[in-house]
């Protein structure tokens, strides 16, 4: 096979598909692309068996065939490369030539047929939605990461799920990990139909590839078929296999009844956040948060190195309230948040702290407190 390719054409994607093939897998062919020829343009495909991605571009074909070819090395060279124009040829036993004139490469393949399948999936009920709002949904539910060592199922996932009713139709992600939880809506004109479905856990590691594909002013299409989570774009597809299990019921820990409400300045209260952490460690992680009458004070303390305060005047008027939690949680939490102002939803001592805009409702975080 041989085709000649436009540098400019291809260069972006080549870069955002390294977080795929370098990613470690039962298959060491994983860390190639696959390369097939069509009429006037090529196919390229890579895949970590958990996340699959294809996109087509323009090439001049000159003979048809498929390759497999190592993707950091392919990138890289095309990366550096000269000029726009750069010529890939195979020849015997899985060898590959890449260049011009004045620059050649001569490198080796694998065999292509043994790249692991992608599951080519049609009559899906897709919907539309603006891709800058699914980056974001993305971005609010993958701040709660996964250790390495950690195997729950919900935890290494993100909770998708269709929201209806009379007066909305939303799509809702949910994120947590036992101590915190993140939840991003997405609502939808009520007039517009939206495909049922039941409710998924798509693997955060997919979800935050996925994110780097998109461009902020386009539109995607995404869906669920069988085991597969969709996301489709001009001519690039990406399928993302399911997880197995189930998702904790997260309605039981967000604030219901009476609570006290507490608006902060969103940068104020995240500088107070950030100094006060200072002194935490792995040992001492927590910041105490002290309520008074119309006051908080925030302190530290870590017998390892010292200690810390410092305090703000509030709106409260409840009983005094003396509560720990782990600062970078608060700070995660705010960051993502796209106001100037944020409420505190706060009950007693023991039940988990609630953080929100003032005016949009659509992110919702919840963070448990620690023993003090």
Not at 80 to 95: A, G, L, M, Q
Not at 325 to 349: A, G, K
Request: negative net charge; charged residues 25%.
């Amino acid at each position: 096979m041989e085709f000649t390719i436009n540098k400019n054409d291809i260069i972006d994607v080549l870069s955002k598909i390294q977080g795929l093939t370098g990613r470690k897998s039962s298959l060491a062919i994983t860390e190639s692309l696959l390369i097939k020829t069509n009429s006037s343009s090529i196919t390229v495909t890579a895949t970590d068996l958990e996340t699959g991605f294809e996109g087509i571009y323009s090439a001049n074909i000159e003979s048809k065939g498929t390759i497999a070819i190592n993707s950091r090395k392919f990138y890289e060279i095309v990366r550096d490369f000269p000029s726009n124009e750069i010529r890939v040829c195979e020849t015997e036993n899985h060898w590959i030539e890449i260049g011009n004139q004045n620059v050649q490469y001569h490198i080796v393949g694998m065999n292509f047929e043994d790249f692991p399948d992608i599951p080519h999936i049609e009559e899906v009920d897709y919907f539309e939605i603006n891709s800058i709002a699914f980056i974001k949904m993305i971005e609010k539910t993958i701040i709660i990461t996964v250790g390495s060592d950690d195997k729950r199922t919900h935890v290494n996932g993100i909770y998708f799920e269709r929201i209806f009713n009379q007066d909305e139709k939303k799509i809702r992600m949910v994120s947590t990990d036992g101590s915190r939880l993140a939840l991003v809506d997405y609502t939808y004109d009520k007039n517009i139909e939206l495909p049922q479905g039941q409710a998924v856990l798509i693997p955060k590691k997919g979800l935050g590839e996925v994110s780097k594909f998109l461009k902020p002013t386009e539109t995607i299409l995404i869906g669920v078929q069988g085991n597969n989570f969709i996301i489709k774009k001009d001519k690039e597809t990406m399928i993302i296999r399911l997880l197995e299990g189930s998702f904790p019921k997260y309605h039981d820990i967000i604030v219901k009844g009476k609570a006290h409400q507490i608006k902060f300045d969103r940068q104020l209260f995240l500088m107070m956040l950030k100094r006060m952490s200072i002194l935490s460690s792995d040992d001492y992680k927590g910041v105490i948060l002290n309520f008074k009458k119309n006051k908080l004070m925030i302190t530290t303390t870590n017998p390892d190195i010292g200690e810390s305060k410092e305090d703000t005047d509030i709106n409260f008027d409840g009983k005094p309230m003396e509560i720990s939690f782990n600062p970078r949680y608060f700070i995660e939490m705010v960051n993502v948040i796209d106001e100037s102002h944020i409420i505190l939803r706060i009950i007693d001592e023991e039940k988990p702290c609630q953080i929100e805009g003032v005016d949009d409702k659509s992110f919702l975080g919840v963070i448990m407190p620690m023993r003090i």
